[in-house]
């Protein structure tokens, strides 16, 4: 592994897994899953984002794993799956439901996080008959299903086509990011992350972001800016909670009030004053919290969907 891939020390240092396996998607790619936890736990399944690896979800993983079994995986391409030349939604959508069939036994459910483009993937995985057998609720951090490029404010530009195209070209690049300085610091947390983010919240961040191969970072870019994932919001029919960063600049808080309005089954927006796009590492406990109360509410019954739809009901009158 790169010795950028992840810190070694503190809460975003990765904890060891119980034990590693691979899942061989439907194309054949091969995707690097950790098994963190006891066996016989609730179980949570986290989906990274772009130019991320499992180290990005450290801080869940150290906290969740005491009483739940936590299964992370490497996106293709990214940390320690091989690159593929397939870089698709509908890839990305192939390799949740791989992961699940080999993690979980028939009928078995989990909560499923996803950060970013680990969101994307659950969007785009939400009509599979895989995805649907063993998904209980989901949690969508810092995502958005369309217009990604459009809305993004990195750059200090008014609305429009200018901005979107520069935006793209900066994104889309493939210029190497080089080693993690002062200086790459400083643009890393101005694009990504909010104005308050301590040292270590950065300095881990750009570890992990500046390990992604740039021929894989490139690659996907290209898939975000074309994104569109509406038709998976409509599907997503699990109770499925929100939460974004009102200073994200990546996936502004526009694209989670539009998920908010679209979702059939949401239980929550949860708007973060001050945080930018990396909210598991920006607010680590709030979006712990966040996973144990989806699974503490709907993995109790799993093999009754009557009671998860009663508790979504409940969650909606409640205001939740």
């Given at each position: 592994?790169?010795?950028?891939?992840?810190?070694?020390?503190?809460?975003?240092?990765?904890?060891?897994?119980?034990?590693?396996?691979?899942?061989?998607?439907?194309?054949?790619?091969?995707?690097?899953?950790?098994?963190?936890?006891?066996?016989?736990?609730?179980?949570?399944?986290?989906?990274?984002?772009?130019?991320?690896?499992?180290?990005?979800?450290?801080?869940?993983?150290?906290?969740?794993?005491?009483?739940?079994?936590?299964?992370?995986?490497?996106?293709?391409?990214?940390?320690?799956?091989?690159?593929?030349?397939?870089?698709?939604?509908?890839?990305?959508?192939?390799?949740?439901?791989?992961?699940?069939?080999?993690?979980?036994?028939?009928?078995?459910?989990?909560?499923?996080?996803?950060?970013?483009?680990?969101?994307?993937?659950?969007?785009?995985?939400?009509?599979?008959?895989?995805?649907?057998?063993?998904?209980?609720?989901?949690?969508?951090?810092?995502?958005?299903?369309?217009?990604?490029?459009?809305?993004?404010?990195?750059?200090?530009?008014?609305?429009?086509?200018?901005?979107?195209?520069?935006?793209?070209?900066?994104?889309?690049?493939?210029?190497?990011?080089?080693?993690v300085t002062p200086l790459a610091r400083r643009i890393l947390k101005y694009a990504t992350m909010g104005a308050g983010s301590a040292p270590h919240m950065v300095e881990a961040c750009a570890r992990i972001v500046h390990a992604c191969p740039?021929?894989?970072?490139?690659?996907?870019?290209?898939?975000?800016?074309?994104?569109?994932?509406?038709?998976?919001?409509?599907?997503?029919?699990?109770?499925?909670?929100?939460?974004?960063?009102?200073?994200?600049?990546?996936?502004?808080?526009?694209?989670?009030?539009?998920?908010?309005?679209?979702?059939?089954?949401?239980?929550?927006?949860?708007?973060?004053?001050?945080?930018?796009?990396?909210?598991?590492?920006?607010?680590?406990?709030?979006?712990?919290?966040?996973?144990?109360?989806?699974?503490?509410?709907?993995?109790?019954?799993?093999?009754?969907?009557?009671?998860?739809?009663?508790?979504?009901?409940?969650?909606?009158?409640?205001?939740?």
């Amino acid at each position: 592994m790169s010795r950028l891939t992840h810190v070694t020390s503190g809460p975003y240092a990765p904890p060891a897994p119980a034990h590693e396996l691979t899942a061989v998607s439907a194309d054949g790619a091969r995707l690097h899953v950790e098994v963190h936890g006891p066996e016989n736990a609730p179980t949570v399944v986290l989906s990274h984002g772009w130019t991320c690896s499992t180290a990005f979800w450290a801080a869940q993983i150290r906290d969740l794993a005491a009483d739940h079994r936590v299964i992370a995986y490497d996106q293709r391409g990214h940390g320690r799956s091989p690159a593929s030349l397939a870089c698709t939604t509908h890839a990305l959508a192939d390799d949740l439901e791989a992961v699940l069939a080999h993690t979980l036994a028939p009928g078995e459910k989990a909560v499923i996080a996803g950060h970013s483009m680990g969101g994307m993937t659950v969007m785009a995985a939400s009509a599979r008959p895989g995805f649907r057998e063993h998904t209980a609720a989901v949690l969508l951090c810092s995502t958005g299903a369309s217009r990604l490029v459009a809305e993004a404010r990195v750059l200090p530009l008014r609305a429009g086509r200018v901005r979107t195209w520069i935006t793209g070209r900066i994104l889309g690049s493939r210029a190497p990011l080089g080693p993690v300085t002062p200086l790459a610091r400083r643009i890393l947390k101005y694009a990504t992350m909010g104005a308050g983010s301590a040292p270590h919240m950065v300095e881990a961040c750009a570890r992990i972001v500046h390990a992604c191969p740039r021929a894989v970072r490139g690659a996907w870019a290209s898939v975000l800016e074309r994104l569109d994932l509406d038709h998976g919001v409509r599907e997503l029919t699990v109770p499925t909670a929100v939460v974004a960063g009102t200073a994200d600049r990546l996936t502004p808080p526009v694209h989670a009030r539009a998920l908010v309005a679209a979702l059939p089954a949401c239980v929550g927006l949860t708007e973060l004053p001050g945080l930018g796009h990396m909210t598991p590492v920006e607010a680590p406990e709030l979006v712990t919290a966040k996973i144990r109360e989806l699974a503490a509410t709907y993995l109790t019954n799993t093999t009754d969907t009557t009671d998860t739809t009663d508790a979504v009901d409940a969650h909606v009158k409640e205001g939740a």
